[in-house]
């Protein structure tokens, strides 16, 4: 079985500041580790992926995630966050027939 | 290229009442699945299917049904709505290696009263 653990429902940081929401997975296979960003009443979006390939990932909007398999963890990051960052985010783990989530981490930005 | 779309966008129902959410995808990807988004729980996984014919259960299936006779359709079936299926439904259609990456729709928000 897979499942993912995502550390702090809530996270609030200051515009400009550093980004890192919490992902941990538990996984009997190699897993494959997405995270995913939803803004209000919006469907979920794809911000970046690993699938076995290079161990950091770069995504969308400046964000990017390092698969650490010793911590077995999938840790998301965001060098300076933007007011537009704000939004719900998403770990999820899968490849098998179906996809896994963790309940999500708010992130709030202060100006 | 429309993606993944659901219908309706938003649905209240009483208690009892059945209805059926429509999803359908054009991207002729064989894995499709219903989730459903509950505050302070992420998604949680209902059914899915691995191609035409082809459905079983996830995570929360109780409640619900699907079939899939097409590639293209998935619908979800509430056969006996309760207002603990009050939620906010997604579907999604996954692409195959080595990506298996996955698209989902804009989302239906059902109510049960």
């Known amino acids: 079985a897979q499942s993912v653990t995502q550390l702090g429902s809530h996270v609030s940081v200051s515009e400009g500041a550093l980004v890192l929401l919490r992902c941990n997975y538990s996984?009997?296979?190699?897993?494959?580790l997405f995270w995913y960003v939803q803004y209000p009443n919006q469907g979920l979006q794809l911000l970046l992926k690993?699938?076995?390939?290079?161990?950091l990932v770069k995504g969308i909007n400046g964000f990017e995630a390092e698969f650490k398999k010793s911590e077995t963890s999938f840790h998301l990051t965001k060098p300076s966050a933007h007011m537009s960052d704000a939004a719900e985010y998403f770990c999820?783990?899968?490849?098998?027939?179906?996809?896994?989530f963790g309940a999500g981490t708010r992130l709030t930005v202060k100006p | 290229n429309a993606g993944v779309t659901q219908t309706p966008k938003f649905q209240v129902l009483k208690t009892g009442q059945s209805m059926t959410l429509q999803c359908a995808q054009d991207?002729?990807?064989?894995?499709m699945s219903w989730y459903r988004q509950d505050p302070g729980m992420g998604l949680r996984l209902i059914h899915y299917s691995v191609g035409a014919g082809i459905t079983d259960q996830g995570e929360v299936p109780n409640g619900y049904n699907v079939s899939r006779s097409t590639t293209e359709d998935f619908p979800l079936r509430l056969l006996s709505a309760a207002p603990s299926q009050t939620s906010v439904y997604f579907c999604a259609s996954r692409s195959g290696s080595p990506t298996y990456e996955q698209y989902f729709g804009p989302g239906t928000r059902l109510t049960v009263t």
């Open positions: 690993y699938t076995s390939a290079a161990t």
């Open positions: 999820a783990v899968s490849p098998n027939n179906d996809m896994r």
């Open positions: 991207m002729n990807h064989e894995y």
């Open positions: 996984s009997s296979v190699p897993p494959y």
